[in-house]
């Protein structure tokens, strides 16, 4: 049985290795030229989430629910991300 303890380490550790991978694409990939806002974003985003996952977790009783709002939660992030990325909506806060 998966505990309390290391379903919190896996949340807020995948955010933790995303991190730690782009700031190591930020050094030694040529063309991946992330500034320090970008990182922000990026941390706010995904320890947002992963804080948003957390709380699912601890305040739903059934795994179906946590799964389904969760995944919600998910799918806003792709969606968020991608339009910062690349504008798939073409709003005025789109990448370039």
Same mark, same amino acid.
């Given at each position: 049985?998966?505990?309390?303890?290391?379903?919190?380490?896996?949340?807020?550790?995948?955010? #933790?290795? /995303?991190?730690?991978?782009?700031? +190591?694409?930020?050094?030694?990939?040529?063309? !991946?030229? !992330?500034?320090?806002?970008?990182?922000?974003?990026?941390?706010?985003? /995904?320890?947002?989430? +992963?804080?948003?996952?957390?709380?699912?977790?601890?305040?739903?009783?059934?795994?179906?629910?946590?799964?389904?709002? #969760? /995944?919600? %939660?998910? +799918?806003?992030? %792709?969606?968020? !991300?991608?339009? /910062?990325?690349?504008?798939?909506?073409?709003? #005025?806060?789109?990448?370039?």
């Amino acid at each position: 049985m998966i505990t309390q303890q290391q379903t919190t380490a896996a949340i807020f550790g995948i955010p #933790s290795l /995303l991190m730690v991978i782009a700031l +190591a694409g930020n050094h030694f990939v040529t063309g !991946w030229d !992330w500034s320090g806002s970008d990182f922000l974003i990026a941390g706010i985003l /995904l320890f947002g989430t +992963a804080s948003l996952i957390y709380w699912i977790g601890r305040f739903t009783k059934t795994f179906k629910t946590k799964l389904i709002i #969760s /995944l919600i %939660v998910l +799918a806003a992030l %792709v969606l968020v !991300w991608a339009e /910062l990325a690349v504008g798939i909506f073409g709003t #005025s806060f789109s990448g370039n």
